[in-house]
């Protein structure tokens, strides 16, 4: 099946700063989702991007299907931004399932 | 409802014990979905039913686990004689339809064994 792997795995900011989070993944996709789970645990969809670009306010992501990797930006970051990204990637198959990537954790600091 | 919506949102159970997790997914959603979430093994996932039938029950872990899905919308995973390695949460997600929609997830059920 297919491989995603998320970096960094650890990431600590300063609120306002800029930062870049990115998703390899080792098949064509379907679909490629990116989440935050915040410290409550509640998955919160971001993005729906298996190609392209998208902004929502101070997010973006580009998934570029080609070279099989997507990059989720987050700019003047905020403490609520805390929490886990997730990326998932779904390349075909009966089940439709979404493969996850282990995750990054970000930490921003006031 | 607005989002997909699971209870209990907590479980607490003594070792040995059944339980039972439902999912209600988004009104119109045909497909729905199940993952577990632990701390050593990440994101996972379960089964996949596309109205009520699972046509791949490859993903859950042992024999002791089943889910079900009836009337094309509320569906119920029990897990029988609960073990510590189940402690996890448990997400649901539907979708409007298979082959690549956007998947919406449910807040989770965390369940602890005793």
């Known amino acids: 099946g297919i491989q995603v792997e998320q970096s960094p795995p650890d990431l600590i900011l300063q609120e306002g700063a800029n930062s870049t989070l990115r998703c390899n993944f080792s098949d064509s996709v379907n679909n490629l989702q990116w989440f935050h789970q915040n410290p409550w645990g509640q998955l919160i969809n971001l993005f729906y991007i298996p190609s392209g670009t998208k902004q929502n306010g101070r997010l973006s992501a580009t998934t570029v299907a080609t070279e099989r990797y997507s990059l989720l930006y987050i700019s003047s970051s905020q403490t609520t931004d805390s929490g886990v990204y997730f990326c998932?990637?779904?390349?075909?198959?009966?089940?439709?399932?979404?493969?996850f990537g282990k995750g990054t954790l970000l930490t921003v600091n006031p | 409802g607005a989002g997909v919506s699971q209870s209990p949102s907590n479980k607490v159970t003594e070792k040995g014990k059944d339980v039972e997790l439902r999912c209600d997914p988004i009104s119109g959603h045909t497909a729905l979905y199940w993952y577990r979430q632990s701390l050593g093994q990440g994101l996972e996932f379960l089964i996949y039913f596309q109205g009520n039938s699972a046509p791949d029950k490859s993903g859950l872990p042992s024999d002791r686990f089943s889910a079900e899905r009836t009337g094309g919308s509320v569906s119920t995973l029990t897990i029988q004689r609960t073990q510590q390695e189940d402690s996890a949460v448990y997400l649901c997600?539907?979708?409007?339809?298979?082959?690549?929609?956007?998947?919406?997830f449910g807040d989770g059920t965390r369940l602890s064994i005793l």
């Open positions: 997600a539907s979708s409007k339809g298979g082959g690549g929609q956007p998947q919406h």
């Open positions: 998932a990637a779904y390349s075909g198959g009966s089940n439709y399932k979404l493969t």
